[in-house]
Structure formats: C-alpha cells, structure tokens
C-alpha cells in the first residue's frame, strides 16, 4: 500500500511538472509569434500561431478566433490569397468579434476570382458596417471585374517561363534606348543577399538582367553585378531614363529584426556597368519610407512612392520636379485625390507619350492590385482607367513597362498557381477578322453543301468558296479586311440565292463573324406575288403597287440565271376571251415595269391565264372574319356555293393573283452586266403573300 501510495504520488509530480512546462511553452510560442507579427516579421508569425492554435483547448474559443484571424492576416500580408480565403472564412465562423474579417474574407474571394461570393460577402459586410467606404467599394469592383471580363483588350500575353523561377520575380524595366536589354527583380537562389525576409520568407531580392537577340529571344537572366548595385538588401523597381544613362531604384534596409525602410537610389552607367549609387534625398524622417521611382521622359519628373505626411491612403504616389536635368529635385507633391485614394497606389510608370501608368486596389479593380492609365491635362489629371484584362486579373498586376516605340513590354502579376510574383510579356496582337458560316436549307433545315459562296468587299474584292459537307464555309483573317463592308451571297442550282452583310468599319478589335445563311429550294408550283390590284377592266400598273414588285425585281438580280414566267389570273366571271386578254396585258404591264427595273426582257415571259387556273391554297388564309382551309380550290361551284356575297366577293379576290415559276437556269448574263448582280438591294420577302383587303371590283 505506501508503494502504491507513493507511486501515485510521483505520477502526480511528473504530470504537474509536464503541464507546467507545456504551459510555459505555449505561453513563450505565443509571445514569439506576436512580436514577429509587430515587426512585419509574417512568414515566420504564421509558424508559431498555428503551432499555438494546435494546442488551444476547445474552451478557449475566443482566443482561437482571435489567433486564427491573426493567422489570416500574416496570409493577408504574404499575398497567399489562397490561404488568407480559407483561414478568413474560419475566424467569421468562428465568431470573430471584429466584422473587418468579413470585409478582408470579401477581398480574398475576389483575389481567387470568386466574384459571386464576395458579392454576398461585401453584402453582408455593408449589413454590419454601412458606413465603411471599402463595402460599397468592393461591390463597385465585383461588378466592374464582371464586366471588364466581357471586354478583354486584344493583346497577348505569356508568362515568360525563361526570365521566371521558382522565386519572386518582378518589376521589369528596360535597360537600353533599343529595348533589348530587361532588368527586373528577383528573389531566386542566385539573388545576392542570402539573408531570408521575415516579411515573405523568400530571399532578399537583386537586380538581374537579360538581353534579346536579333530574333527576338532573350537569354537566361544574369546577376546584373555583386555590388555596387546589388547588396545584401533588397533591391527592386528599377526606372531607367531614355538614353540609358541613369537608373533610379529602390533599397529596402534592415538592422537585427528592424525595418530601416526604404530609398530610392540613383546610379550612372559606365560601359556595360551601372556605378556609384547615390540616394535621392526625398525625405529626412528615417520613419518614411519612399520607393518605386519612376523618371520621365524628359526627366524633369520624378514619381514615387511615399507614407510620408500629405498622404490620402496608405501608400500615396508623389511627385518631385526640376527645371534642368542637372538641377536637384524639388519638394515632393502628393498627385492628389484623382490619382490617389484610401488604398494603396504603388509602382508608377510615364509611357514616353506622357500617359501614367499606376498600380492600385483603391480604385474599383478586379482584385489586388490593379494597372491603371491617367493623363495630365490643362493641369490636372484625368480619371484614372483600369486598363482591364488581360493585363489585370483577380490577383496583383503592376509594374508595367512598354519598349520604346512599340505596343509590347511587360508586367509583373501572381496570377500563375503558385501564387508568387512572374514577369508576363504582352504585345498587341493584329486586329484581325474572320467571316464563318453555313447555308442550310430553309425549309427542312438541313446543311447545304457545295454551294456558291461569294464575298464581295466594298473595297472591290470578290473572293468565291464552295460550301462543305456540313454547309460550312470560311473566310480567314487574309481575306477579311478593316473598314470595308461584305455582302456574302450564296448561289446553288435548285434553290434561291440567299445573302448576308457584315462590316469591320470602326471596329479596333479582332472579331469572327458568325452567319447562317438560309437558301429556299425553288418550287416547282408558281409562286404568288405580294397583292396587285388594278382598275376594272384596266390593265394599266398603278404606282401605289410597284413597290410590290420590288422583291421580284431583288430575287432576279440575285438570281441571274434563271428565267421566270410571269402570269396573271382573273376571277371566274367574264368570258375566257376577255379574261385571256384582260390577265395577259396585265402580266405584260409588270414584265414592262420589271425591264424598266433592269431585268433582261429574255428572262421574263408574259403568260395570261385568265380564269382558267382557280387557286388551291397552300395555306389556311382568314380574310374578311372569313377562313379558308388550306387545300381549298376556288373553283366557280365552290364559290356559288359559299353562304353570303360578301363571302363570295372575298373568294373572287383571292382568285385576281399575279404570280411566277421559274422555268429555267441556264440564262448567261450579257458580260458587260455580270457586275449587276453584286448590287447591294434590300432582301426579298417571298414567303408571305400580302392579304390586302380590296374594295374594287376587278378582273
């Protein structure tokens, strides 16, 4: 029994002097981890918060929300938007007090390209908290994000896999007059400083450089020197003036775990060296920090980046001007609200044109940072334009860079999957221009192959295709030029032709028409023409209806091979000699009209046929409140038999028709007027009859 006493209370001991220490332990974890998450020192706070977080009892809930929101912010900082999403989500379900967890969760969504959650997300963000500017802001950039989506600029881009590691790799800018030398920032093995950022954990980043050959190619990226330029810090954003005599840039410095902030230097090229670096004295406040130099053009401008008093958000870009090259610079200007806003605006650029280029996620954006262009006029700046995709995406776009004299640079984004920062080219592609289609049948709906398709340009091309298997045809970019008009006309025997239009004039961007073209087959039956009525017992074509005949005169233009009968029929009352004559001059009189129109009287044959063809409907007609069933012949006895004159009289009406039959396709147009069938008429409308109700008596 004292044994056993005494073993228990040794058990006892151990188990208190564990628990002790397990509690001494997490108590120093947890202090580790908030001072590295005072001194910015992220990557390394992510380690110790979780490990505490692994440990927390389940009691202790509101510590737990409190660390795991802690956590999401150390994601937050470190760009992994991926992560910042997940461990956000869980601090709002776990009942983080602070509703600025909804908002940050709101931000992530969108930098992961979920724009639909982080729209009820940023709603319900604006529930609890009206009156903060960012949920509004956020909704304006979700529903921004959707549209610039619809509208991408026409231009390529590439992630270039031969400048780019597994490291950050950044802030591109060229290094020569001719563009063929790129210097760019970077944090791979090779970067100088071997010292590992608290802030990221990935090394201090260095300059690197490469150069392009005359087949455009550029070579494997190279430490730009050891010094005087690369140091053991960081280095980044370099700004080379246009000759390429001098490249401004920034280092970012650290004592033990301090920050020292950040300079921007100046160096001057000699040969193929950049030498004696020299920091520009923008400010004297060692707690300022100033970075991100961009020199213009003219170099009487340099924009930069600052936290420094005047500001209007977080990061603000300012400006300081001289009157010569060799002049010092002047006092720094906050660009003002135009430009900058409550967020942060980083990483200027002036296009040699004088166009701004900024990076912001304060203005409405797609995600992140975002690449925006303003220009100074009458001594202002215009509204700032996000340039949209595919330059911007959901995740952070800066540091844009054009060669000179061209449409094509590069940029710095981390929308790849491993979420680090990549160098992209782009170049504006070729407005280009594709006409795509198919010819179906428009009365079953089936492809039609090897018809005629021509594509007449209003710049005087005529190109001609035969359709394929599947009624398809194609009209390439090598065919389809700028501002000109095409009508495409499709010819096949058997069938009417059938046509279409479109029109590259005004249009910047590249574009594939897509056109269904639908031919008829020609009847072997007449085909009525739209109502033509006349005085009784004349045969004279009144004025009112010629534009009836307008969509004759558009098939037999597009058309101009075939030949057609032109027949005109009475009602059954009269004798046949009077209706024979009356029926024949009044066919005649539209063939006339047709050859005042430009028809070739050899194409065009009169025929009168009197009362001697009653019309068989081809379709249930209502005329009058009275209805007529389809495959009705208007025979005399039938219309005798009808229940009231008035009946009768509508009968008689619809009897009076002037149609045409196709009789043929073999008819060669005279050479000199071949051309005439290419004239640009309005479609024909040869499927519906007119039902014009008439109030005259006649033949």
Not at 83 to 104: G, K, N, Q, T
Not at 531 to 540: A, N, R, V
Not at 559 to 569: T, W, Y
Not at 644 to 669: G, I, K, W
Request: hydrophobic residues 30%.
């Amino acid at each position: 029994m004292y044994k056993l006493i005494k073993l228990s209370f040794l058990i006892l001991w151990i188990a208190a002097f564990t628990i002790s220490d397990d509690v001494y332990g997490q108590s120093r974890r947890l202090e580790r981890a908030e001072r590295a998450y005072e001194l910015q020192q992220y990557h390394e706070a992510i380690d110790h918060y979780r490990r505490v977080l692994d440990r927390l009892d389940r009691g202790e809930r509101e510590k737990s929300a409190e660390l795991t929101f802690k956590v999401a912010m150390c994601y937050k900082y470190t760009n992994n938007h991926r992560m910042a999403e997940s461990w956000f989500r869980r601090a709002v379900r776990i009942d983080y007090p602070d509703p600025v967890a909804m908002l940050y969760l709101a931000q992530a969504e969108m930098q992961n390209g979920k724009y639909e959650e982080a729209r009820e997300t940023f709603e319900a963000y604006i529930e609890k908290v009206p009156d903060d500017w960012r949920g509004p802001h956020g909704l304006e950039s979700v529903e921004l994000a959707i549209k610039l989506m619809d509208e991408p600029e026409d231009y390529d881009i590439e992630a270039m896999r031969l400048l780019n590691s597994r490291a950050d790799d950044m802030t591109p800018a060229y290094g020569d007059h001719r563009g063929s030398t790129l210097i760019f920032a970077s944090s791979r093995d090779d970067a100088l400083g071997r010292d590992e950022d608290p802030w990221t954990g990935h090394n201090h980043t260095s300059f690197f450089v490469t150069y392009e050959d005359r087949a455009g190619n550029w070579d494997r990226p190279s430490l730009l020197d050891e010094g005087p330029i690369n140091t053991e810090y960081n280095e980044g954003a370099p700004s080379v003036n246009a000759p390429a005599t001098e490249m401004y840039f920034t280092r970012c410095t650290r004592a033990e775990d301090i920050s020292m902030g950040c300079r921007i230097f100046r160096a001057a090229r000699e040969g193929a060296n950049w030498v004696n670096p020299q920091e520009i004295p923008l400010t004297e406040d060692s707690l300022i920090t100033v970075g991100h130099p961009a020199i213009s053009p003219d170099e009487l401008e340099l924009y930069f980046v600052s936290n420094m008093p005047g500001n209007i958000g977080e990061k603000d870009i300012w400006v300081v001007r001289r009157q010569t090259r060799n002049d010092a610079f002047g006092s720094p200007e906050n660009l003002g609200e135009t430009i900058n806003t409550k967020g942060d605006e980083m990483f200027p650029y002036v296009h040699e044109d004088g166009t701004l280029f900024f990076a912001s996620n304060g203005h409405p954006g797609m995600g992140g940072l975002d690449i925006f262009t303003s220009q100074y006029r009458g001594g202002e700046w215009s509204e700032p334009e996000n340039i949209g995709p595919p330059f911007n995406s959901s995740a952070d776009d800066f540091g844009i860079v054009f060669k000179p004299g061209r449409e094509q640079g590069f940029f710095t984004s981390n929308r790849g999957p491993r979420g680090i920062y990549d160098i992209y080219s782009f170049y504006q592609a070729p407005v280009e221009f594709l006409i795509s289609g198919t010819v179906v049948d428009d009365s079953t709906r089936t492809s039609v192959a090897d018809a005629n398709v021509q594509l007449v340009g209003s710049d005087g091309s005529l190109i001609q295709k035969e359709t394929d298997q599947d009624g398809s045809f194609l009209f390439d970019e090598t065919m389809v030029k700028e501002n000109t008009s095409y009508e495409i006309l499709v010819t096949k025997s058997g069938y009417f032709s059938g046509r279409a239009t479109e029109s590259t004039k005004g249009l910047e961007r590249s574009r594939e028409f897509e056109v269904e073209i639908e031919i008829a087959p020609i009847p072997v039956t007449a085909i009525e023409l739209p109502e033509i009525l006349y005085e009784f017992d004349s045969w004279e074509l009144q004025t009112q209806f010629k534009d009836s005949l307008n969509g004759l005169v558009q098939t037999l233009q597009d058309n101009p091979h075939i030949v057609i009968e032109l027949a005109s029929h009475t009602d059954s009352r009269g004798t046949h000699e009077y209706n024979d004559t009356l029926s024949l001059r009044r066919a005649e009189a539209v063939v006339d009209y047709l050859i005042e129109q430009g028809i070739e009287a050899e194409r065009i044959e009169a025929a009168g046929y009197g009362k001697r063809e009653p019309r068989v409907l081809d379709r249930d007609i209502e005329r009058n409140g009275y209805l007529f069933e389809e495959g009705t012949e208007l025979t005399e006895e039938f219309i005798d038999g009808l229940e009231s004159e008035d009946m009768q009289e509508v009968a008689h009406e619809m009897n009076r028709r002037t149609e045409f039959r196709v009789l043929r396709e073999d008819y060669e147009p005279p050479p000199e007027e071949e051309e005439e069938e290419l004239r640009e008429i309005p479609d024909p409308d040869l499927e519906e009859s007119s039902e014009e109700e008439s109030s005259e008596e006649d033949r």
